[in-house]
């Protein structure tokens, strides 16, 4: 299988308005690819469309125009659900079902065989950090943490080939965070394809292969997360971090160097320069002012510089299209 996730021109209008009724424009013309196995991270702040996106593709809302097809086959093919699974960004539940009666009413919709279902229950519940004692609590008891953790659980029940994750850190602590992590990094090492939408960029930073930027509907950028960061070689910079020395000195000692820039931190200065060979110059500044060197860093572009400086494209939306 070549994409496991395939979506062509997708387009979502809304009426909005009581009696003038105008149409927003929520997904405009968006193309993308996702290929078994990795973890894709589906990037945009509020209101980009990242979840209209997720509900078109699990045929929860249908577009105004275009396709998209997963596994190969078009979202309307319904048995395509039954090798797929999906959390939502608020996952909502039957309060009255415990965690366990939960993950015994999915397991059954999927046709999966009771001592296998109790199994796997007990599997996932441990996994996704849920402690045994809250399993036979009713659903109405728990956070939204609990809720979370219950919600990504239920995804994985039918051991899926895909799972469409929305926001799945949200409403977890740093530590649930942590254990949901290496959940998902362990699905791609069992060749478990992951679509992500989040928010949180650390996140994405740790897990993900490959990413698509959403801005107002439209793609801004799509392709492997190391190049989208070095794209802007002139943007690379070194960091030197020293010690034992004030700013006004090493400023002083560097008048003649140009292009460095110095900022004073309590115990000495961080001096930042756009060339690699700038690095000798500095180091010799700090040792000739009596300081003595900390580190020396290179400084990529953060994702989320690169998320806050990347325009919508509209060439994107047909590079798509070509790509491979």
């Not at 950090?129 to 659903?139: A, C, I, P, T, V």
């Amino acid at each position: 299988m070549k994409y496991i996730v395939e979506i062509e021109g997708l387009t979502k209008d809304y009426d909005v308005g009581f009696l003038k009724k105008r149409k927003v424009r929520a997904l405009d013309d968006l193309n993308l690819k996702v290929e078994p196995g990795q973890i894709f991270g589906f990037l945009g702040g509020n209101g980009a469309g990242k979840t209209t996106t997720i509900k078109i593709l699990m045929s929860l809302l249908f577009a105004s125009a275009g396709r998209a097809k997963i596994l190969e086959r078009d979202i309307s093919d319904r048995s395509m659900h039954r090798e797929i699974g999906y959390c939502p960004e608020n996952p909502y539940f039957y309060d009255y079902l415990t965690a366990r009666e939960l993950m015994t009413y999915f397991g059954e919709i999927f046709g999966i065989d009771s001592s296998k279902c109790k199994q796997r229950t007990a599997e996932l519940l441990t996994r996704v950090g849920l402690r045994e004692s809250d399993w036979d609590k009713q659903l109405r008891k728990y956070s939204k943490g609990m809720l979370q953790r219950v919600g990504i659980a239920q995804s994985l029940i039918n051991d899926p080939k895909i799972v469409f994750l929305d926001e799945p850190m949200s409403g977890l602590d740093p530590m649930g965070r942590r254990e949901i992590r290496e959940l998902i990094a362990e699905l791609r090492q069992k060749g478990t394809t992951v679509f992500m939408s989040t928010h949180i960029l650390s996140d994405v930073e740790a897990l993900c292969d490959r990413v698509a930027i959403l801005r107002r509907g439209r793609l801004a950028a799509t392709g492997d997360l190391i190049d989208l960061l070095s794209r802007d070689q002139e943007k690379r910079a070194f960091e030197v971090i020293a010690a034992g020395v004030s700013a006004e000195a090493l400023t002083q000692e560097l008048s003649n160097s140009g292009g460095a820039r110095i900022t004073p931190k309590a115990t000495g200065a961080v001096v930042e320069v756009k060339d690699e060979k700038d690095v000798d110059t500095v180091i010799s500044a700090i040792r000739k002012t009596g300081g003595s060197l900390v580190s020396v860093l290179p400084v990529k572009q953060s994702l989320e510089d690169f998320f806050i400086e990347t325009p919508v494209d509209p060439s994107n939306r047909q590079e798509e299209k070509h790509h491979h």
